[in-house]
């Protein structure tokens, strides 16, 4: 019995990895649509992230050729940088963060990092060097530490504390009747939209990967809910290359670069005061936005 026990442990192990995997990058974009596979290049090399400098340079992209998504688009994202990117909807954002984890291989143009086109590099060595906060995360039928500790199952108590308290879970958490030891998921303790957002967060810190892909949830959330995300964002973006998929602006006015899209391509770039000030299409969006709000 014991040793039929302990291989059924262990491949429940590893099909929950997988899974994990699987789930957090088809939530990422709202996605069950399955991409076209991407393979790796024969003789393909580790990528190697150095100071996390990120280039989309002349992309062109597609899903179907009737219809172009990205034109020619051109983006330079400074290492340790926060940069957002807005636009209407379909203009093409969630498509970048796809590019960027290479589901797809543009048409044209290249897309690098730290100067190495992401076509060349293992699709491993890429995507463990983005960590993903999804618009909506999913919960396993397991302990709250448990479910934050899947951002790397070898972490010690003592860092999934550390990064409950940087991703301002703690208070939370301290609320529930069980503490951390409390079952959520489907089967357990229902959680909100803005909890499982920060629970994404303290995953990503435990993973601790140099370029980071915030998808921002389009449902509002109040205030206080909104205001403790902003804060996990700021400890988790601090010291890496972020990029936030944006559709509340209100949560990237401080963001080091906000990319305007409109039709596949950047149409304005600059900080939430230079835009507001040139009086063009963010100036708009963002009018749009607070006339929404009252
Ligand atoms: P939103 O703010 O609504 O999330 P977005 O700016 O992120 O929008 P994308 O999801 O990048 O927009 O989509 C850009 C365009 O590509 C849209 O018109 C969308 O319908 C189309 N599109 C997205 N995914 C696919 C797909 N798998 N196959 C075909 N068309 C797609």
């Not at 179907?64 to 998504?69: F, K």
């Not at 290479?102 to 060349?120: H, N, T």
């Not at 409950?164 to 909100?192: C, N, W, Y």
Request: charged fraction near 25%; proline fraction near 3%.
């Amino acid at each position: 019995v014991i040793q039929l026990f302990i291989p059924l442990n262990f491949l429940g192990f590893v099909y929950r990895e997988i899974r994990r995997a699987l789930t957090d990058i088809e939530n990422m974009f709202g996605l069950l649509r399955r991409p076209a596979t991407v393979q790796d290049r024969e003789g393909a090399t580790e990528l190697a992230v150095t100071e996390g400098r990120i280039e989309f340079d002349g992309v062109q992209f597609h899903y179907h050729s009737n219809r172009s998504i990205l034109n020619s688009l051109s983006l330079t994202i400074e290492p340790g940088h926060r940069v957002a990117l807005v636009g209407s909807s379909g203009a093409g954002k969630s498509t970048i963060g796809r590019l960027l984890f290479r589901f797809y291989d543009p048409q044209a143009g290249e897309i690098r990092i730290d100067g190495q086109c992401i076509g060349e590099v293992t699709q491993q060595s890429l995507r463990r060097a983005i960590g993903v906060v999804p618009q909506d995360t999913v919960l396993f039928n397991d302990s709250i530490l448990n479910n934050i500790r899947y951002g790397r199952p070898d972490a010690s108590d003592e860092e999934v504390w550390r990064a409950i308290r940087m991703a301002h879970l703690d208070d939370f958490i301290q609320s529930l009747p069980e503490r951390e030891l409390t079952q959520v998921g489907e089967r357990g303790l229902k959680v909100s939209g803005g909890e499982k957002q920060r629970i994404a967060i303290a995953r990503v810190l435990l993973k601790d990967p140099p370029i980071l892909l915030f998808d921002e949830a389009t449902s509002a959330l109040d205030s206080h809910a909104e205001q403790a995300i902003l804060q996990a964002m700021r400890e988790v973006s601090r010291n890496r290359t972020s990029i936030v998929i944006a559709h509340r602006l209100s949560t990237i006015v401080d963001a080091d670069k906000i990319v305007v899209l409109q039709n596949g391509r950047v149409v304005e770039e600059g900080t939430h005061p230079r835009l507001l000030a040139a009086e063009g299409v963010y100036a708009d969006l963002w009018r749009t936005q607070l006339h929404e709000e009252e």
